[in-house]
């Protein structure tokens, strides 16, 4: 409907509309879920923290400083995996084939926040 006239589409202009409609709601879920992740992250460390890790990775790596630097790894990788579950989840999304299947897909982060090799500041910067 346009003001007070109706436009009806013919059944490619209906097929366009509707695959327009799926991609933006393929985009929405997308976009949900990486939010979903960024949130899920922030709630075990803050960004000061992990900018503050991220530094103390570099000193230690360019100090040659091995044992700090497999310590704060295991946070790095912990992160690589959350990402994963995040592309894993995109690309289920990328392949629905009807808003219903979207609408149906969550992303489950519980294992993953289980996980949390819960790094510490002070700890990694008391690793000789």
């Known amino acids: 409907m346009y003001g007070n006239t109706i436009i ?10 509707d695959a327009e409609w799926l991609s ?6 997308k976009d949900q879920f990486k939010e979903d992740l ?3 992250l ?5 960004d000061d923290e992990k900018l503050s890790l991220l530094l103390i990775l570099q000193l230690a790596v360019a100090a040659g400083n091995t ?21 894993a ?10 808003e219903d299947e979207v609408s149906a897909m969550e992303l489950n982060l519980d294992a993953w926040l ?3 090799p819960q ?10």
Request: overall charge neutral; cysteine-free.
């Open 119 to 128: 790094v510490v500041i002070r700890t990694a910067k008391g690793i000789e």
């Open 42 to 46: 922030r709630s075990k460390y803050t």
């Open 67 to 87: 044992a700090r630097v497999t310590y704060i790894s295991q946070l790095a990788a912990w992160i690589d995996q959350g990402q994963e579950l995040l592309y």
């Open 89 to 98: 989840a995109q690309d289920n999304v990328d392949a629905a084939t009807t």
């Open 8 to 17: 009806i589409k013919n059944p490619t202009e209906r097929a366009s509309a």
């Open 24 to 29: 933006q709601v393929k985009s929405d879920k």
């Open 38 to 40: 960024g949130e899920a």
């Open 114 to 116: 289980a996980a949390d």
